[in-house]
């Protein structure tokens, strides 16, 4: 696992587009898996800002869905599909044909999660996963005690998530309590996972993941599995690192055209 301490979230969004870019600029197709919430939006505004520079083209790029809420209807604006369509899809220029995710209006939930990573399997695999950390160490909407290896499947969400997610809604009672999430295992299926925290809410959480044991209770230690893992942190969600010295020296000593 790399871990990069960048000085705010804007150099971590950089990084990250970055990388993005330089995989499409290899790979133009590439299959980029997203995640929603705050955090990310400095990575999707980097990347905007590359594509309108022409610094990369992302017209064959694909984009897939990592989690998204059950029962919301089809079309609310704070379904994860229109989250990721508004702030990522479109602001790139892409239709929505580049884009999939799971069907969380499905009446029969179970066969919405197999088939969507049937629908993952079959596009090629998710060739670069960006993942934000929830403060109880969740990634996706995999809450602590979930499978290390699940796979895309319905789960209750936590009233700790539910409260943290009440900001984007009217009141908590509108929070569904009930998500599909890509899985621990789906997760480490793609090729190079990525995660950014941003903020010192996360440094706890952060630290847990990157040097506690592996434990379902921190879900998002499982990226210690994993061969292409990057944690992108700044520094107040690096400051319970006790190695944040020595992951300072090792990037800094890296050459420019390895990347991340
Ligand atoms: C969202 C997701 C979650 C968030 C996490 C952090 O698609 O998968 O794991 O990444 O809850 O959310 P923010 O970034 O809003 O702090």
Not at 43 to 51: D, F, H, N, P, S
Not at 81 to 92: D, G, H, T, Y
Not at 107 to 131: N, P
Request: glycine residues 8%; hydrophobic residues 45%.
């Amino acid at each position: 696992m790399e871990v990069v301490i960048v000085p705010d979230a804007a150099s971590g969004g950089e990084l990250i587009a970055e990388a993005m870019a330089e995989l499409l600029r290899h790979k133009p197709d590439a299959l980029l898996g997203v995640a929603t919430g705050s955090t990310p939006l400095p990575v999707y505004e980097a990347l905007t800002a590359k594509v309108r520079a022409g610094e990369v083209s992302v017209s064959a790029a694909r984009i897939c869905q990592l989690d998204e809420y059950v029962g919301l209807p089809h079309g609310h604006p704070e379904s994860y599909r229109s989250v990721v369509l508004r702030e990522f899809v479109a602001p790139l220029g892409l239709p929505e044909s580049s884009f999939m995710g799971p069907d969380g209006t499905a009446e029969d939930v179970a066969a919405a999660c197999a088939a969507y990573d049937r629908a993952l399997a079959e596009a090629g695999g998710v060739d670069l996963q960006l993942l934000g950390i929830g403060g109880d160490g969740h990634i996706g909407f995999n809450e602590p005690s979930s499978s290390l290896a699940s796979r895309t499947r319905i789960k209750t969400l936590t009233e700790r998530t539910r409260r943290d997610n009440a900001r984007f809604f009217d009141s908590l009672e509108e929070v569904p309590h009930h998500v599909i999430t890509q899985g621990i295992g789906t997760i480490l299926d793609a090729r190079h996972v990525v995660l950014l925290a941003t903020g010192g809410a996360k440094a706890d959480a952060v630290a847990l993941a990157v040097e506690g044991p592996l434990s379902a209770l921190v879900p998002a230690s499982a990226l210690q599995l994993h061969p292409h893992a990057t944690v992108v942190v700044d520094e107040a969600a690096a400051s319970r690192l006790k190695l944040a010295d020595y992951f300072r020296a090792t990037y800094a000593s890296k050459p420019d055209w390895q990347g991340i």
